[in-house]
């Protein structure tokens, strides 16, 4: 396999765990040959952890692990090291969670689309029309996973875990033969598209199919399906969809999905007390550090799509309101008939009012799109 079916492959991976949900786990074991803790006054002894990631380091979330990795081990001066294991070698995503808990891993990425029902309010992050901005989600969801009382937290405690670090996807790029300048466009469209915030689209006419990923790009040359939704516009490019589709469209929907990296409640508490604030500083950073990674993969995107000479467009927003109208009442009242043991309705205030603060902390923030055609001016 030559060095560029590699790169797609593992593109191809990392798209499929947005939009699927495919995962890895490892298993962990301790250092007992030194009692140094991190920043060298805490009471933690030195450990080596096992990582696990189910796509390739080269990808746009594994160059956000491996930065929170080598993050991690620099500032507890080496009292907390990793294994590194990527491209799914271990575990697969519905057993992550058992993997975790069970010791097999030590950190890894959790895909709660994977695990229907159990975490339900972390998914709000994917409630459509809320935020594109995938670093203020990230920074809100963060915020509230380290707060003991929170709801969110409590969500993952009651699995045996504690998030760390929260990886968003960003905002879809509607990928399709024929332009989409109005909400009436979609009317009758045959989208491949299986995230929550896609549903949205639905009472507006468009025609949801779920289409295994490694098949999208057969299915578009041949008609099967006229758009893509629900796969990063930084994705577009190395997945080559710009050899399958002419238009690329920001419908203002938002980011497309959620996920975090864990580690388990027993495996946290083993930690020494240096040694979880530095994981816990290094957490604080990973939204801004979300951004620049992500910038960096819209713009080789955005090159792709303009050498083949591609129109990109973000739909107006009373034509994104149009959808809004349509669809989001019934997808937000059925993500609150999925949380139980809690209140839905406070903690979307909570939510908000998290996600608000976050959002002006990255008021420079673009969707891939909205960034190429910037570039283009």
Not at 38 to 61: C, H, P, R, V, W
Not at 66 to 86: A, H, M, P, Q
């Given at each position: 396999?030559?060095?560029?079916s590699?790169?797609?492959?593992?593109?191809?991976?990392?798209a499929?765990?947005l939009?699927?949900?495919?995962?890895?786990?490892?298993?962990?074991s301790?250092?007992d040959?030194?009692?140094a803790s991190?920043?060298?006054?805490g009471?933690?002894?030195?450990?080596?952890?096992?990582?696990s990631?189910?796509a390739g380091?080269?990808?746009?979330i594994?160059?956000l692990?491996t930065w929170?990795?080598?993050?991690?081990?620099e500032?507890?001066g080496g009292?907390?090291?990793?294994?590194?294991?990527?491209?799914?070698?271990?575990?697969?995503a519905t057993e992550?969670?058992?993997?975790?808990k069970?010791?097999?891993?030590d950190v890894?990425?959790?895909?709660?689309?994977?695990?229907?029902?159990?975490?339900?309010l972390t998914?709000?992050?994917e409630?459509p029309f809320e935020?594109?901005?995938?670093p203020a989600v990230?920074?809100?969801?963060?915020t509230?996973?380290a707060?003991?009382?929170?709801?969110l937290r409590?969500e993952?405690e009651?699995?045996?875990l504690?998030?760390?670090?929260?990886?968003?996807g960003a905002s879809?790029a509607?990928?399709?033969k024929?332009?989409i300048k109005?909400?009436?466009d979609?009317?009758?469209?045959r989208?491949?598209?299986n995230?929550?915030?896609s549903r949205?689209?639905?009472?507006i006419?468009?025609?949801?199919v779920?289409i295994?990923?490694?098949?999208i790009?057969?299915s578009?040359e041949?008609?099967?399906?006229?758009g893509?939704y629900g796969?990063?516009?930084?994705?577009?490019?190395?997945?080559k969809f710009?050899?399958?589709?002419?238009h690329?469209?920001?419908?203002g929907?938002?980011v497309?999905?959620v996920n975090?990296?864990a580690?388990?409640?027993?495996?946290?508490?083993?930690?020494?007390a240096?040694?979880?604030k530095?994981i816990q500083?290094?957490?604080?950073?990973?939204?801004?550090?979300?951004a620049?990674?992500e910038a960096?993969?819209?713009?080789?995107s955005?090159?792709?799509?303009?050498?083949?000479?591609?129109?990109?467009?973000?739909?107006p927003e009373a034509?994104?309101n149009?959808?809004?109208d349509a669809?989001?009442a019934?997808?937000?009242?059925a993500?609150k008939?999925?949380?139980?043991?809690?209140?839905a309705?406070a903690f979307?205030?909570?939510?908000?009012?998290?996600?608000?603060?976050?959002?002006?902390?990255?008021?420079?923030?673009?969707?891939?799109?909205?960034?190429?055609?910037a570039q283009?001016?």
């Amino acid at each position: 396999m030559n060095r560029a079916s590699l790169v797609r492959r593992r593109l191809l991976t990392a798209a499929s765990v947005l939009a699927l949900g495919v995962g890895v786990a490892a298993c962990g074991s301790d250092d007992d040959s030194s009692n140094a803790s991190a920043g060298g006054d805490g009471a933690g002894k030195s450990q080596t952890l096992k990582f696990s990631y189910m796509a390739g380091e080269n990808t746009s979330i594994g160059q956000l692990w491996t930065w929170w990795l080598d993050e991690v081990e620099e500032r507890s001066g080496g009292s907390i090291k990793f294994d590194r294991f990527w491209d799914a070698t271990l575990l697969k995503a519905t057993e992550t969670v058992e993997g975790l808990k069970d010791g097999r891993a030590d950190v890894s990425q959790v895909l709660p689309t994977v695990y229907a029902g159990r975490f339900p309010l972390t998914s709000i992050g994917e409630l459509p029309f809320e935020s594109s901005n995938a670093p203020a989600v990230s920074d809100a969801l963060a915020t509230l996973g380290a707060e003991e009382a929170s709801p969110l937290r409590q969500e993952w405690e009651k699995q045996g875990l504690v998030p760390l670090s929260f990886s968003i996807g960003a905002s879809s790029a509607l990928a399709t033969k024929d332009p989409i300048k109005t909400a009436a466009d979609l009317k009758g469209k045959r989208i491949r598209a299986n995230d929550r915030g896609s549903r949205v689209m639905q009472p507006i006419g468009a025609n949801l199919v779920n289409i295994e990923l490694a098949e999208i790009y057969g299915s578009m040359e041949r008609g099967l399906v006229k758009g893509v939704y629900g796969i990063p516009f930084s994705f577009s490019g190395p997945l080559k969809f710009q050899e399958v589709a002419n238009h690329f469209t920001d419908l203002g929907i938002g980011v497309s999905t959620v996920n975090a990296l864990a580690i388990s409640k027993e495996k946290w508490d083993s930690l020494g007390a240096d040694q979880q604030k530095v994981i816990q500083e290094v957490n604080s950073e990973a939204p801004k550090k979300i951004a620049e990674i992500e910038a960096q993969f819209d713009d080789e995107s955005c090159k792709a799509v303009k050498d083949a000479g591609r129109e990109l467009f973000v739909l107006p927003e009373a034509e994104a309101n149009k959808i809004k109208d349509a669809g989001k009442a019934a997808v937000d009242a059925a993500w609150k008939k999925d949380v139980k043991g809690a209140d839905a309705d406070a903690f979307y205030q909570e939510y908000q009012t998290k996600l608000t603060e976050a959002e002006a902390a990255y008021p420079d923030y673009q969707t891939g799109i909205a960034r190429c055609i910037a570039q283009q001016s």
